[in-house]
Nanobody, 122 residues
Framework: QVQLVESGGGLVQPGGSLTLSCAASGDIFGIYAMGWYRQPPGKQRDMVARITEDGSADYANSVKGRFTVSRDNFADTVHLQITNLKPEDTAVYYC????????????????WGQGTQVTVSS
């Protein structure tokens, strides 16, 4: 069974910075892409940043220049550095693993973490 565990959320003042981390565990051979989605209160969950095994990264337009996604393929971890936080960044941030390869299945699967709350407020 594959599990994703996020950490690093919290309450931050506008203009502040934060780093979110996510670790995947289980009998994993590889993960095609890892990334972060967020869901503000009362809104849908949307992708904010995603990075593939070869290091190709994509960002939502609203976060370009402020968010940086990175990953460690050997440790199966992904990180999201957030700078210049704005109140509109307040949301639950979810880690996502796409195309996970395991020793016990030939089927590629996707997994979600439980989410970590980020609140931007003075």
């Amino acid at each position: 069974q594959v599990q994703l565990v996020e950490s690093g959320g919290g309450l931050v003042q506008p203009g502040g910075s934060l780093t979110l981390s996510c670790a995947a565990s289980g009998d994993i051979f590889g993960i095609y892409a890892m990334g972060w989605y967020r869901q503000p209160p009362g809104k849908q969950r949307d992708m904010v940043a995603r990075i593939t095994e070869d290091g190709s990264a994509d960002y939502a337009n609203s976060v370009k220049g402020r968010f940086t996604v990175s990953r460690d393929n050997f440790a199966d971890t992904v990180h999201l550095q957030i700078t210049n936080l704005k109140p509109e960044d307040t949301a639950v941030y979810y880690c996502h693993a796409e195309g996970v390869r395991t020793s016990y299945s030939t089927t590629l699967k996707n997994y979600w973490g439980q989410g970590t709350q980020v609140t931007v407020s003075s």
